[in-house]
């Protein structure tokens, strides 16, 4: 049992390019979600997944989209990286009802 | 908006002694559930401890336990007999109760465990 896995571990981008981060869980988990943390700040979730083919916007989800791919994969794209994303990015899953999350291992991303 | 303040960037304690990291909170639902999560090095979060709102019971788990006070909307962690490998960032998190599941977090507060 994995838990919730993201790749790649790390990445440094140019300004203008594009990616996807990867998320999958084997915890047969409906709720998936995305997080980006910032020195100094908390984790601001940016969109979540409540159940398969349903996304809805985060608190800061401007400059990313997001593909629920099936229950376990949940893709978060940078369509064109800017400085300001260079973050670490955090993916969640947790069963619909209960208040828990698990969290994957983080994505470090760096845009120049 | 729900907001999480935790006032301490940074803590320190000798190991095997105890410490109480502060959070605070903004609501003004009376269902939500609050949380603190600890980050080592290996930056993965993980799940200390919870607390339902309208559970008047403070919440313990081994050496980690909470002094939850609905009225004054504070969420204290304390941690009895220090290890050093409690060193880490703790935040303290709030997700209202049909919230969807989303939480928000506090700052975080490095806690550092002197040998």
């Known amino acids: 049992n994995a838990g919730v896995t993201q790749t790649p571990k790390f990445q440094v981008l140019k300004t203008g390019q594009s990616m996807t981060l990867q998320c999958a869980q084997d915890m047969n988990h409906n709720s998936m979600y995305w997080y980006r943390q910032d020195p100094g700040m908390g984790l601001r979730l940016i969109y979540y997944s409540a159940s398969e083919g349903t996304t809805d916007k985060g608190e800061v989800p401007n400059g990313y989209n997001v593909s629920r791919l099936n229950k376990r994969e949940f893709s978060l794209r940078l369509e064109s990286a800017a400085p300001s994303q260079t973050s670490v990015y955090f993916c969640?899953?947790?069963?619909?009802?209960?208040?828990?999350?698990?969290f994957g291992p983080g994505t470090r991303l760096l845009v120049l | 908006a729900q907001t999480v303040t935790q006032s301490q960037p940074e803590m320190s304690v000798q190991e095997a002694e105890t410490v109480t990291l502060s959070c605070t909170y903004d609501?003004?639902?009376?269902?939500?559930?609050l949380f603190w999560y600890k980050q080592p090095p290996s930056r993965q979060m993980i799940l200390v401890i919870r607390q339902e709102a309208y559970k008047q019971q403070n919440a313990t788990e081994n050496r980690f336990s909470v002094n939850f006070q609905k009225a004054a909307k504070s969420f204290s962690l304390k941690i009895s007999d220090s290890q050093l490998g409690d060193a880490a960032m703790y935040f303290c998190a709030y997700r209202h109760y049909n919230a969807g599941n989303m939480l928000t977090f506090g700052g975080g507060t490095r806690l550092m465990v002197k040998p």
């Open positions: 609501t003004s639902e009376s269902d939500y559930y």
């Open positions: 969640a899953s947790g069963r619909q009802g209960e208040e828990t999350q698990y």
